[in-house]
C-alpha cells in the first residue's frame, strides 16, 4: 500500500493537552486522515513503514513526533492489524512548497512471536 496524503503532519506536541486529552486538532487530523488514507488492508504477520513529510517548513519540529499519531490512523484504518506489529519504519522530511505526507506500508516475512 502506498498513499499520499495531502495534508500537514500534525506532531505529537499539538496532538494532546495536559494529561494526554485530545485537541480539537488532533480530532480533526484525525477525521481527515480516516477520509484520506485508502480503505485497504495489509496482510502479513510484520509491516515495514515508510513515511516521506514534505514540508514547508521542515525543520520546524521533531521528525519522531510526527508518526505516531499517523501510524495509529492507519491501525484504525485497519490497513494494518496492530503497530505492535511495525518492526522497521523509515522517516523522511523533505522541504517542499506544499505540505503532504507519503506512506507506504508494507508486508515483511518473518517470524511474529
Do not use: W
Amino acid at each position: 500500500m502506498k498513499a499520499t496524503i495531502p495534508l500537514k503532519p500534525l506532531s505529537l506536541n499539538n496532538c494532546y493537552r495536559g494529561r494526554r486529552f485530545s485537541t480539537r486538532q488532533k480530532k480533526q487530523y484525525d477525521r481527515d486522515l480516516q477520509i484520506l488514507l485508502p480503505k485497504v488492508r495489509v496482510d502479513g504477520p510484520l509491516y515495514t513503514v515508510t513515511f516521506r513529510f514534505f514540508l514547508q517548513r521542515p525543520f520546524a519540529g521533531d521528525l519522531d513526533n510526527l508518526c505516531k499519531n499517523l501510524l495509529d490512523n492507519i491501525v484504525d484504518r485497519g490497513i494494518i492489524t496492530s503497530d505492535k506489529k511495525v518492526v522497521e519504519i523509515h522517516l523522511y522530511k523533505y522541504r517542499a512548497s506544499k505540505d503532504s505526507i507519503e506512506v507506504q506500508v508494507e508486508s515483511l516475512v518473518g517470524d511474529a512471536s
